[in-house]
């Protein structure tokens, strides 16, 4: 049944995660009472998966709230038992009972004899309990325990501090000279000594446009250095008591860091690849890099006649050239890219080449009335098979990225009947106006294609298991589908056949295709090294040799995107995603690697080739996380992956 979060109460929220908590509880219990001789995989290992599912939905769909609820009390309740449900999933991953059960298992003859996601399932449940410190004394694997649970406590208060920062700059109209109006007019205001102020937040759809467009230096980089501060001290001191746990836990397991704890059950598989691989790049970059730079200090003496060039000033420059040298002015081409539109364009590229059909849902109980619902089905089918909501717009205290978020994982259920996924994307677009739509940015396009690919990874699943359902693959594998679909929004063919201008209906011109194609690479360098210096920061917080200190690191490792460090500023306090992509950002550039690949296939053939594209739903997407991340792309290409096509794409 779809989830009806239109009449969540802090009261009802609570009694459906204590619920499911309790119904776990029952289950594990008849699970770990059954006698040995009695033990098989069926009353073992799949009567587990059906005990955590409600659970895991409690996780999905009622912890959700604490991102996306405009209700306070309800958020509050969300956070708090968005906690309690992953301490709870600790305190059941360190159960001695279940952890006999599960040996117990693994100990009869048919276990020998499993296959496929089954023989799967029971490896990954095994090396979990190792990971967990099953093999430890009990006083050691008792400490690995409190830590994991401490880890749990100090992401939500990380996160949360993140999410309630409410930062920016109030400047008079004057100020934002190089602004076009109706951007200006989309602001806060706010009336003080006789003036109207304008509010430019730190919320992606006010401080990119500003960094890139705004003419005054001082006010660039006042709210780059506020967004610097995001989350405060106290997150500093989250995020080092945080990577001391994970040192803690790590060595107790007998590793030598968090990091090569991380990589164990990665595709990069041990430390020493990743660091390779981020070096690696970043000699193959240090040409691009420097030509960059040269661009952007002549684009630099171009304007004002300094050399001098800051971190605040890079997107400004950037954007210079863009308007100057390709003739791309970010606010002109989003005059051709109404949201509606790209909406429009992404449904039906995506329907046509996956072989789908998404129909909107009327009357869809949401947590918010700007919230859009559609439900999947095949091309031809009557009925459907998973649903998706689009939630787009910013607003207070709502999640300030953009993510997709697993509601209810797809699986098998008795019967050979299938569990509806659903997830969410939540976005925070510019919001329509009584003037103009919302027009997004083609950095915007690219995020809404992204965050959609993750969407199908996680509604397309046709995983048996829930373990490997949708974006359960690795984690440094999760986002090349993602970034293989951005791909599209750089086709020349496939933005004409959506991209209208808003006021006249007119196609966006084949010349200013030309020059965003022709603009791709410009900073390249640049941009890539920044994801470089993320990565590498955050595998340093967890490698051998890290003495505490996040913002000594961070002082030390931003030579690498090429600009001073802005002293007083500690970036990594805003950093949501080293809860979560801890020891594992490097991912981003990892995964990258893959997605451009599996590109190939579609560049050989035509983008809109719809055979290739529902072999890749096929052998990728619906395929989840019950293969490793090679053998899905290796599967796919017919061929060992390569890096070729990454660094092509970088102009390198």
Same mark, same amino acid.
């Given at each position: ?164 920062? %409410?930062?920016?700059?109030?400047? =008079? +109209?004057?100020? #934002? *000279? ?6 200006? &007019? !989309? $602001? ?86 990743? %660091?390779?691989?981020?070096?690696? =790049? +970043?000699?193959? #970059? *240090? ?6 730079? &040269? !661009? $952007? ?356």
């Amino acid at each position: 049944m779809p989830i009806d979060f239109a009449s969540l109460t802090p009261e009802n929220l609570a009694t459906a995660c204590e619920s499911a908590m309790r119904t776990c509880d029952e289950q594990v219990a008849r699970i770990a009472a059954i006698p040995a001789a009695e033990r098989t995989y069926a009353n073992t290992l799949l009567a587990l998966e059906e005990a955590i599912e409600p659970v895991s939905i409690a996780s999905g769909a009622y912890a959700f709230m604490a991102y996306v609820t405009p209700n306070d009390a309800l958020r509050e309740a969300a956070r708090e038992w968005d906690e309690k449900l992953d301490k709870y999933m600790v305190a059941l991953s360190f159960r001695e009972d279940l952890y006999n059960a599960v040996k117990e298992a693994a100990a009869k003859p048919e276990a020998a004899a499993l296959t496929g996601e089954d023989a799967r399932y029971l490896q990954f449940e095994l090396r979990d309990y190792r990971r967990n410190g099953f093999e430890l004394p009990p006083e050691e694997r008792a400490e690995v325990r409190s830590l994991f649970d401490r880890l749990v406590e100090l992401g939500t208060q990380f996160r949360n501090a993140i999410d309630d920062w %409410d930062d920016g700059i109030d400047v =008079l +109209r004057d100020d #934002l *000279a190089g602004m076009p109006p109706s951007w200006i &007019d !989309s $602001l806060k205001t706010v009336e003080a000594g006789g003036q109207t102020r304008y509010r430019v937040s730190l919320d992606y759809p006010e401080i990119q446009p500003f960094m890139a467009n705004a003419e005054r230096e001082d006010l660039r980089r006042e709210l780059f250095t506020k967004d610097q501060c995001k989350g405060g001290p106290e997150n500093v001191a989250r995020l080092e008591e945080a990577i001391a746990v994970r040192q803690r836990i790590a060595a107790l397991l007998g590793y030598d860091s968090w990091a090569a704890y991380v990589v164990e059950v990665r595709m990069a598989k041990r430390r020493q690849a990743v %660091d390779e691989f981020l070096s690696d =790049l +970043r000699s193959k #970059l *240090a040409a691009k890099m420097a030509a960059d730079m &040269d !661009s $952007l200090r002549a684009a630099r003496r171009e304007h004002s006649g300094g050399d001098e060039l800051n971190i605040w000033d890079w997107r400004f420059y950037h954007n210079r050239l863009l308007k100057t040298k390709f003739a791309v002015d970010e606010f002109e081409v989003a005059q051709y890219f109404p949201l509606d539109a790209c909406l429009d364009g992404l449904f039906r590229i995506t329907q046509d080449l996956l072989g789908l059909r998404y129909e909107p849902v009327s009357g869809a109980r949401t947590w918010h009335p700007d919230v859009r619902t559609f439900d999947i089905y095949d091309q031809g089918g009557a009925a459907p098979f998973a649903r998706f909501h689009m939630d787009l717009f910013p607003r207070p205290n709502k999640y300030s990225h953009a993510a997709a978020f697993t509601l209810r994982r797809g699986r098998e259920l008795s019967g050979g009947r299938y569990q509806q996924p659903e997830s969410a994307i939540v976005a925070n677009f510019t919001k329509p106006s009584a003037s103009q739509p919302s027009l997004l940015r083609h950095s915007e396009v690219i995020t809404l294609f992204h965050e959609f690919g993750h969407i199908l990874h996680q509604t397309l699943t046709r995983a048996r298991r829930a373990r490997f359902s949708g974006t359960s693959t690795e984690r440094d594998f999760v986002e090349a589908p993602s970034q293989m679909l951005e791909h599209w929004c750089w086709e020349p063919a496939v933005l004409q056949s959506f991209a209208r201008h808003h006021q006249t209906g007119e196609p966006l011109p084949g010349s200013l295709i030309e020059a965003m194609v022709a603009a791709k690479n410009l900073d390249s360098g640049v941009l890539t090294l920044r994801q470089l210096f993320f990565a590498t920061l955050d595998f340093a917080f967890h490698s051998p040799g890290f003495d505490g200190d996040s913002t000594k690191a961070v002082h030390e490792l931003h030579a690498i995107t090429g600009f001073p460090h802005i002293p007083g500023t500690h970036f990594q306090s805003g950093f949501g995603h080293l809860f979560g992509y801890d020891a594992g950002y490097y991912g981003y550039l990892w995964s990258h690697v893959f997605g451009d690949d599996m590109y190939t296939r579609f560049e050989k053939a035509g983008p809109l080739n719809p055979a290739i594209g529902r072999e890749y739903r096929q052998r990728v997407l619906e395929r989840g996380g019950s293969l490793d991340g090679d053998d899905l792309v290796r599967g796919f290409l017919g061929r060992e992956p390569d890096s070729g096509a990454f660094l092509r794409g970088l102009g390198l």
